[in-house]
């Protein structure tokens, strides 16, 4: 390494910090180009004297920086000439890795890394011919938009698994999150930092601040950060990134590089608390005896949440009494299947460092995999109401406190935490509708080989004080505990993994015997085999899977695997999944180009295959599908698909809901849709879909077009619109007599339905710290029934040959027309970091009872938004402070 002469005397009278980042600077580097970085001797101060101090600047060939540490006390402004700046280290060597892998940078990008006591500081310098042509869009925070963007990672443990992610565009729109897994992002994370912005002649700079409690580092006497900068430019859809990242490599955070030098600071003790204050104002029916009548009730309470470090790697996170009023509502639906539909978690606590319990991914034909844990579960809506509650019973269950402990342990092991309690709910006569309960959950994962392996153990617990009205219909305790694995190999390009997970619930023989018979387990099936035992009071049963999968490396990517769960698994008290009794293989295969032609600038195609069983052995699905998107060269994208099933013998064992199995008939579907190009301030987008089965008697249609739009910088939203219409020939009606006895008539129609919805969102930034959000959404189902039928016989290779009429005397089909408006408007200022006030209104109107089966789109909104709004006003006030 070229060496200036000055290099040997500073070392004997240069500042300790000066003195160590020059020794790190020489250790095993190769030679380079040696830029001048001016360095002070004995501090910044009147008369100080200046050397040269040789840092080599920072090319893409090299995966390590330096940070020096602030000569005085440092107030951020984006200003590159402050004092801090002047010893600092340059990065220089940013590469493109979006659209072309490695390649050179159109624009020129540097950083610069230092620290104090308190903070770590990163400026990072944009260069651009044209600042003119910088897209800087105003939005809420954590809403990523089509501007330019400057993101740092920060992997301060240095274990290359776990990320704090900031990102601020160039006027000062800032998002947040944690990543885990190498690479997963928890979005709900929000953090405690400061961003300066500033757009100039030469581009634009972003200077970050980040407090050194918002980071979890060993308490050691010099640290390594892991560290990657993202820089996105929005009219050409460029992505560099320093060090170089790959998208043909697995992983994200293995492929960060380090900053070091960062010596002589201590652990931050971390104790935040954020008290906050709630006012609710809402309408509550009152007297259904007298016709509807709404009251006014309000109601105020307090809470707290509290994060507390308890070491430098491990954090415990507290709530009491929670509110979460400002949360957007679930989008509606109307389940006329025999399982439960799944919703998205969305309240913050439970959002937030919830990436280590997202694991044992049993179920993911839900839009996301689920597993042992379904947070949703704890302040659920009361599962007795409709026995025992009326229509002014407590829609959600109240939660009286929960904390969360999460870390990583120097050894490499990683621990989640979560324990809650919900309180007991009562109808209005009294009886309860949702005992109180504990949720208790622990996750342990250990890396192993540099993090290329892993083993884990998960355990969740449930247990509910019952009483003589609940104990027929609930379990009073439910656990699981389950293990899994993972090892990569081949270069981390390929891995292989596995987990194993056993269940017991327990409770009445009246509880358990519902359990059986419900559509996830399907006990009580005439033809199942299983052995429905009413004198249980408990249900045991386990759930096993393996895979193999390719993740990095070249252009392709697969997956193979198998998985089995047993009848009596069950994991619905803390986690979700629909049914059991079930075991599959499944298999796909993907090519990814996404070196950019004169015809696309990235294409995915895949295939996909699966065959099904119950754990009896017989079929009940297979098939494939093959889909694919491509990003055209003018930035449009395209998509479409077609799916095959039922191609082998199968049968549904759960349509007759505890009836016999009914043969399949083959069943094919197709989509195609296309967005538009995401620069624009108006970006339009299609889907349509198409499905046929049942031998031609079952077929549907849907439409859904939509459009992103900026009104104005300050002012985006979005529309999506969608209308289905579909005949379903042999949808579930209802069962007649006693439930698996010869006498009983499992009873189905063909139903004609038409749904049409609206989906808006409006969001207003007055500033980054001031924002209004609105949500809208009405939403319309119809349903006619025809042709009321029951099984014949439900084996038949014939589809007609399954079902006989049925026509009871005195009996019709019922028809439905249900109608829902669901909206929130938010208005949300951070008036100070980490310190907000929400102001909410949200109204919900739904009708049923009109117009039965016939779909007249103006007479069904004029009746819904007749009809009597449930409004809701909330005022919620937080404060931040941290001791």
């Not at 035992?533 to 393996?546: H, M």
């Not at 009872?849 to 919620?876: I, S």
Request: net charge neutral; charged share 20%.
């Amino acid at each position: 390494m070229r060496r200036s002469l000055l290099a040997l005397p500073l070392l004997a009278f240069a500042s300790p910090a000066v003195a160590q980042d020059l020794a790190l600077a020489r250790a095993g580097r190769r030679a380079m180009p040696v830029a001048p970085i001016v360095a002070e001797t004995a501090g910044v101060r009147a008369g100080a004297v200046r050397v040269a101090v040789p840092y080599p600047v920072v090319t893409s060939r090299d995966t390590s920086a330096i940070a020096v540490r602030a000569p005085v006390p440092h107030r951020i402004s984006a200003d590159e000439t402050a004092p801090i700046w002047e010893n600092a280290q340059l990065i220089d060597g940013f590469r493109v890795f979006d659209p072309k892998e490695d390649g050179d940078p159109s624009m020129r990008t540097t950083a610069k890394v230092a620290y104090d006591e308190k903070n770590l500081y990163v400026l990072v310098r944009a260069y651009d011919p044209h600042p003119d042509s910088i897209v800087a869009l105003l939005s809420r925070r954590d809403v990523r938009t089509a501007s330019e963007w400057i993101k740092i990672m920060i992997d301060a443990y240095h274990d290359r698994r776990s990320v704090v992610e900031l990102a601020v565009n160039p006027v000062g729109v800032k998002r947040d999150y944690a990543i885990y897994n190498d690479g997963d992002e928890d979005e709900s994370w929000d953090g405690i930092w400061e961003v300066a912005t500033k757009v100039d002649r030469e581009g634009w700079v972003a200077e970050f601040k980040v407090p050194l409690s918002q980071l979890r580092f060993s308490n050691k006497a010099s640290n390594t950060f892991g560290l990657m900068i993202w820089r996105d430019i929005a009219r050409t859809q460029e992505r560099q990134s320093w060090p170089p990242y790959r998208r043909s490599k697995s992983g994200l955070t293995s492929q960060f590089g380090e900053v070091t030098g960062i010596a002589g600071v201590a652990t931050p003790r971390r104790l935040e608390i954020v008290p906050y204050s709630v006012t609710k104002d809402f309408q509550q029916e009152r007297d259904l005896a007298a016709g509807t009548r709404f009251d006014r009730v309000s109601t105020q309470t307090w809470g707290a949440d509290v994060k507390l470090g308890l070491s430098s790697n491990l954090t415990l996170d507290a709530t009491i009494n929670p509110d979460f009023g400002q949360v957007e509502a679930d989008p509606a639906a109307l389940n006329l299947s025999a399982f439960e539909l799944y919703f998205q978690e969305r309240r913050p606590f439970f959002t937030e460092g919830a990436g280590i319990f997202n694991s044992f991914a049993i179920n993911c034909d839900n839009g996301a995999c689920s597993g042992l844990l379904y947070s949703r579960r704890i302040g659920r809506s009361p599962q007795l109401a409709g026995t025992y509650g009326d229509a002014t019973s407590p829609q959600f269950t109240p939660i009286r406190a929960a904390a969360k402990l999460t870390g990583r342990l120097p050894s490499g092991l990683s621990i989640g935490v979560l324990d809650a309690v919900t309180e007991d709910v009562k109808a209005p006569g009294g009886q309860s509708i949702e005992p109180g309960a504990n949720y208790f959950v622990t996750r342990l994962m250990q890396d192993l080989n540099g993090g290329s392996s892993g083993v884990g153990l998960m355990l969740t617990a449930t247990n509910r004080t019952l009483d003589a009205n609940t104990a027929p219909y609930l379990r009073r305790a439910a656990y699981t505990a389950g293990v899994d694995a993972r090892h990569r190999f081949f270069g981390n390009n390929y891995e292989v993994s596995g987990w194993l997970v056993g269940s017991s619930a327990l409770g009445s023989p009246a509880a358990i015997a519902l359990l059986q018979a419900n559509s996830t387990h399907g006990y009580n099936r005439p033809d199942g085999g299983l052995g429905f035992d009413t004198t249980r009071t408990s249900l045991d049963g386990y759930g096993a899977s393996a895979s193999l999968r390719k993740i990095g490396g070249g252009i392709t990517r697969f997956e193979l695997g198998y998985q089995r769960l047993s009848p009596g698994f069950e994991i619905n008290d803390a986690g979700f999944l629909p049914r059991v009794d079930q075991q599959g293989l499944y298999g796909w295969f993907a090519f990814q180009f996404q070196t950019p032609t004169a015809l696309y600038r990235r294409w995915f195609l895949n295939f996909n295959g699966y065959r099904q069983w119950n754990t009896g052995g017989m079929g009940t699905g297979g098939g494939g599908n093959i889909n694919s998107f491509m990003q055209l060269s003018n930035y449009w994208g395209v998509f479409s698909g077609v799916n095959i099933n039922n191609v082998f013998d199968s049968y549904d064992d759960r349509q007759a809901r505890g009836g016999p199995a009914i043969r399949r008939s083959g069943q094919g579907s197709a989509w195609i849709g296309f967005n538009g190009d995401d620069r624009k301030p108006i970006v339009p987008n299609i889907e349509v879909d198409w499905w046929q089965g049942d031998e031609g008697h079952t077929h549907g249609v849907s439409i859904n077009p939509g459009m992103t739009f900026r009104a104005t910088s300050r002012m985006q939203g979005s529309l999506s619109a969608g209308f289905s219409r579909n005949a379903s020939d042999a949808q579930w009606y209802g069962n007649y007599g006693v439930v698996g006895v010869d006498t009983t008539h499992y009873t189905f129609a063909r139903l004609e339905q038409r749904t049409a919805s609206l989906t808006a969102r409006f969001d207003v930034t007055m500033t980054p710290t001031l924002t209004l959000q609105v949500y809208a959404q009405p939403f319309i189902t119809t349903g006619h029934y025809t042709n009321w039928k029951e099984l014949n016989d439900p084996r038949n290779a014939s589809y007609d040959a399954r079902f006989k009429p049925y026509a009871p005397v005195g009996d019709a089909l019922g028809d439905f027309n249900y109608k829902q408006f669901r909206s929130n408007t938010v208005l949300r200022w951070e008036y100070r970091p980490g310190s907000t006030l929400f102001f909410v209104w949200t109204q919900g109107r739904e009708q049923y009872d009109r117009d039965l089966g016939v779909f007249n789109a103006r007479n069904d909104v004029t009746n819904l938004f007749g009809t009597q709004p449930a409004n809701t006003f909330l005022v919620k006030a937080s404060y931040w402070f941290s001791l």
